[in-house]
């Protein structure tokens, strides 16, 4: 079993829609988690931490399951610069990554 | 300047052949991490490294080593390139007391095996 398993995509929506992508980890001692940003041939970067309370930045929420080891990220009134893939991340020792799931926004 | 450099950016080189990838920060912090990308695989650790006298090996550390050279620097060697060590590869940086704020990764290494 994967440590991190996402489902890969893509995701093809309109601009103006909203989407959430899950994510489902394996450690349940995980310590914290990550939800990271790739545009195609560049590195991550940190998108936002995922607090086990919820946690919003601006168009992006992220909510944490520990019961059901499950993350998820939820992304209201796409944009087309939102077009990525997105990995989730857990740590434990060190960081565990998804492989990503694709989004493509379209106009 | 970026606080985590990697260089070169692109190599194209020959089957057997030694090869250097080198990885620096100015972030001051102590864990460093070599992973590996490829289309459809995502991110796997390759090495990582704690602090200066620590070196662990990730998930597909066979025909890679490394070299901890000081708190800053962390190189990844290939003794000997072969064609599916051809992949985008990552230096990624860390702070063991703020693991929170998660991976400082570099821009990368576009590394081609012929």
């Known amino acids: 079993r994967k440590e991190v398993e996402q489902d890969p995509g893509p995701f093809n929506v309109p601009e103006g829609a909203t989407v959430a992508f899950n994510c489902t980890y394996s450690n349940s001692a995980s310590q914290s988690f990550f939800w990271y940003r790739q545009d195609c041939r560049k590195e991550p970067k940190l998108l936002m931490s995922?607090?086990?309370s919820g946690n919003e930045d601006g168009r992006f929420t992220a909510q944490l399951n520990r019961a059901s080891q499950y993350i998820s990220l939820l992304i209201r009134d796409s944009k087309l610069s939102d077009s990525a893939t997105y990995l989730c991340?857990?740590?434990?020792?060190?960081?565990?990554f998804g492989s990503g799931t694709k989004l493509n926004v379209k106009p | 300047d970026a606080d985590v450099t990697q260089t070169p950016r692109n190599r194209i080189t020959k089957t057997g052949k030694r090869i250097m990838l080198e990885c620096s920060q100015t972030k001051g912090h102590d864990r460093m991490y070599w992973y590996r990308q490829d289309p459809g695989l995502g991110l796997r650790l390759i090495y990582y490294s704690f602090d200066v006298k620590d070196i662990n090996k990730g998930e597909i550390s066979d025909g890679y080593s490394v070299s901890r050279q000081a708190q800053a620097k962390f190189s990844l060697s290939l003794e000997s390139a072969i064609p599916n060590q051809t992949a985008l590869y990552f230096c990624?940086?860390?702070?063991?007391?703020?693991?929170?704020?998660?991976?400082?990764f570099g821009s990368g290494t576009r590394l081609t095996v012929v």
């Open positions: 995922v607090y086990s």
């Open positions: 990624a940086t860390s702070d063991s007391g703020t693991d929170n704020y998660g991976y400082t």
């Open positions: 991340v857990y740590n434990f020792n060190k960081f565990y």
